[in-house]
């Protein structure tokens, strides 16, 4: 679902920071050779994580789903001088397409590539994080959220995509929507969490906004 006019959507990335090079080659072979090329995050987004991760200069980052990487380098550009981004991806096969980009954008040696369940690798990972993207199964979130709370540090932010899921969050749920279910709990666990505050954004699908008090 798009929630603006793409003609608006065309204004509003004209006016906004320019796509670096290499995330333009990115989303290009993407578009070209992977399957669900609109799971990217695309220029708009990108940009805004980019800002993000710059406002926040984290020294750590956690993102679960790394897809192509193209968030992954968008979060890159924040990061402190001695960062880390762990990416987490199902999807062995895009393991060397990542691993391409990684090293061709000069993060390389920053960004540290796991494959396999998000849900047993976070806890094996030793790190406190600044910065946490969640754009991977849906009926998951919130049990990423649980997984990753007390591995963020206080004023760390969450970043969750997809929230809107296409309307689908205030429309009838079907029983068999697993997806769609987990959703609207998940948002309503970011609502009402004491330990965090939350803004949902009606950016592309949702992007909410969670800060750890």
Known sequence: MDFIAPELQDYVEQHSENEPKILQELSRETWQKVLQPRMLSGHFQGRLLSLISKLVQPTSILEIGTYTGYSTLSLAEGLSKAGKIHTIDRNEEL?????????????????????????????????????????????????????????????????SDNVLWSGKVIQEINPKDEDTKALVHYNRLLKEDPRIETVLLPIRDGLTLSRKL
């Open 95 to 159: 393991y060397d397409f990542q691993r391409r980009y990684f090293d061709k954008s000069g993060f390389g040696t920053q960004i540290f590539q796991y494959t396999g369940d998000a849900q047993k690798i976070i806890p094996e990972i030793n790190a406190k994080f600044d910065l946490v993207f969640i754009d991977a199964d849906k009926k998951s979130y919130p049990a990423y959220f649980e997984l990753i709370i007390d591995k963020l540090r206080s004023g760390g932010l969450i970043l």
